[in-house]
């Protein structure tokens, strides 16, 4: 049911994003990761259902399961059609994310792991070895962080005991900062740990507010930070450490995951606590903006009516008639409107 109401939203957003602007074009379409390097029978088993069928939670879940069992295909294979399904629902990750009308990017995240926590009891009854899923998250990590992230996310759907020791390597800055693409694997950690995590996964993600220095990769650790029920205390140290005013939204994201978490009351005394503690206009004057009501929903970036694009750094968007085209470094993906 949600996927259907995200799906509503989304194609009334598709006439202001793309209704005056030229299509893509077919050969830079062609170099594109989902083109140049998922195979042409992948691409159309996905396409073979259209793209609302895929919003319907019980579909995607049951398709994902007869996916997974199809023994045909490899792992590596089971990983690129886990990946495909997340396009079409908009879940994909590759530097950009899509947040919801009157949502925070935590509240989004936390839409996004309830429906991944379905989609993991969907398929808790499969005893499937994720062996090979997981040596192909360890031989793409410094090669392709889309192939390794999804690799690992669904091995974290299908056996969570075993990909929580596992995330206490995955976990770590160095491995992560590490990767060929640390953001978009940092993204796809994190989303694991959301699903799984234990007390050296915790202390890792908390050695990452302390590591990371740009601002969607240290919302991603927020995000599984706070999809748990863990303290607070290194929230108050980051928030107030942090001198950069480019991660205002990083510890937006942190105070929204607070909101969350706790009264009313209590979260508004914290908020004028860092007011009194903190020694920097910039912080100083936002948390007064949150605690006077000025930033809708708490978050910098949100809308009442309209979805916003979120970028991580460096990745730039273009809009065009049959989708957004996604620049991230060297990597080019497209997202179609169908």
Same mark, same amino acid.
């Given at each position: ?108 995240? &936390? /839409?996004? =792991?309830? %429906?991944?926590?379905?989609?993991? +009891?969907?398929?808790?009854? *499969?005893?499937? @070895?994720? &062996? /090979?899923? =997981?040596? %192909?998250?360890?031989?793409?990590? +410094?090669?392709?962080?889309? *192939?390794?992230? @999804? ?5 974290? %759907? ?181």
């Amino acid at each position: 049911m949600k996927k259907q109401t995200l799906l509503i939203l989304l194609l009334a957003s598709c006439s202001v994003f793309f209704g005056q602007v030229r299509p893509a074009n077919k050969l830079t379409l062609q170099k594109t990761y989902y083109m140049s390097q998922i195979s042409q029978t992948l691409r159309d088993y996905v396409d073979k259902h259209e793209k609302t069928a895929y919003f319907n939670d019980a579909f995607f879940n049951e398709q994902l399961k007869e996916i997974v069992l199809n023994k045909s295909f490899s792992d590596k294979e089971k990983a690129q059609l886990f990946y495909l399904m997340q396009k079409k629902i908009g879940f994909a990750f590759v530097g950009s994310d899509y947040i919801p009308p009157a949502q925070s990017y935590f509240t989004h995240h &936390s /839409g996004k =792991l309830y %429906l991944m926590q379905a989609t993991k +009891k969907t398929l808790k009854d *499969l005893n499937y @070895n994720v &062996s /090979g899923l =997981l040596r %192909l998250a360890d031989s793409a990590l +410094k090669i392709d962080n889309i *192939l390794s992230g @999804n690799a690992l996310l669904l091995a974290s %759907l299908l056996n969570t005991d075993k990909i929580t020791k596992k995330l206490e390597t995955y976990t770590k800055p160095t491995v992560i900062l590490g990767a060929k693409n640390p953001e978009i694997f940092n993204h796809y950690v994190c989303m694991s740990a959301s699903i799984s995590q234990n007390s050296v996964v915790a202390a890792n993600l908390n050695q990452s507010l302390l590591t990371f220095k740009r601002e969607g990769m240290l919302e991603d650790v927020f995000c599984a930070l706070y999809s748990r029920d863990n303290f607070v205390s290194i929230m108050k140290h980051y928030i107030l450490a942090e001198k950069n005013p480019e991660n205002e939204l990083a510890i937006q994201t942190a105070l929204c995951a607070l909101a969350a978490k706790v009264p009313v009351a209590s979260y508004k005394k914290s908020i004028e606590t860092l007011i009194k503690e903190s020694k920097e206009e910039w912080k100083t004057k936002m948390c007064q903006d949150l605690l006077d009501n000025k930033i809708p929903y708490n978050y910098g970036l949100s809308s009442a009516e309209n979805f916003v694009n979120k970028l991580w750094d460096g990745v730039t968007e273009t809009q065009y008639a049959d989708g957004t085209m996604i620049l991230n470094g060297v990597l080019m993906e497209f997202d179609p409107n169908n």
